[in-house]
């Protein structure tokens, strides 16, 4: 069965309040603004939220050659599981590039993405917060918008396109564990 709804990982979460674009990074977080992926560093631990009765957690590993790694999950208050999402954030010659693949329960792809994962740019912008536009994928998607500029805590907007789009899903995590 087609999915055709979107949720977050990066913050789906993705999942950063940003400047970003440019630069290149070696291993591990440098000074904030090093690079792209130096400025992404602080996603790295874990996260959670809630909204409508179901829980959502990232899991963001430390920036390590120009790319950090991520995992989401969704459940409900019963534990049952509705999402798994696979995410990367990684510096690109064209800024930095936000790629995420959706999977049920039996981490079977989604079939929306039987073609390939979902692949995003950061708009071209210093500011806070940073929006991805869809280059692959996500025909239903405007943008995921991620904000990080409050310590131990991201907020991540997926606004929709198309008429009778419907509205944003925003998610506002708090971190659980990992780099304060």
């Known amino acids: 069965m087609a999915r055709t709804?979107?949720?977050v990982g990066g913050a789906t979460a993705a999942a950063l309040g940003l400047g970003i674009l440019g630069g290149t990074s070696g291993e591990g977080a440098g000074t904030r603004g090093d690079s792209a992926i130096d400025a992404v560093a602080p996603l790295a631990g874990h996260w959670r939220a809630e909204l409508g009765g179901s829980v959502y957690e990232e899991f963001w590993m430390p920036p390590s050659h120009g790319q950090m790694t991520g995992v989401m999950r969704s459940f409900d208050a019963e534990g049952n599981v509705h999402l798994l999402e696979l995410l990367t954030l990684r510096e690109g010659r064209e800024g930095l590039e936000y790629t995420l693949r959706h999977f049920d329960e039996q981490m079977k792809p989604w079939a929306s993405e039987s073609a390939g994962p979902?692949?995003?740019?950061?708009d071209?912008?210093?500011?806070?917060?940073?929006a991805?536009?869809?280059?692959?994928?996500?025909?239903?998607l405007d943008s995921i918008t991620l904000d990080v500029s409050q310590s131990g805590r991201f907020v991540a907007?997926?606004?929709f396109k198309g008429d009778g789009a419907r509205?944003?899903?925003?998610?506002?995590f708090t971190r659980v564990a990992g780099r304060p």
């Open 118 to 122: 979902l692949v995003m740019r950061a």
């Open 132 to 140: 991805f536009t869809p280059e692959q994928g996500g025909e239903n």
């Open 5 to 7: 709804r979107w949720t």
């Open 157 to 159: 907007t997926i606004a």
């Open 167 to 172: 509205a944003p899903l925003v998610l506002e």
């Open 124 to 130: 071209a912008s210093d500011g806070r917060p940073v």
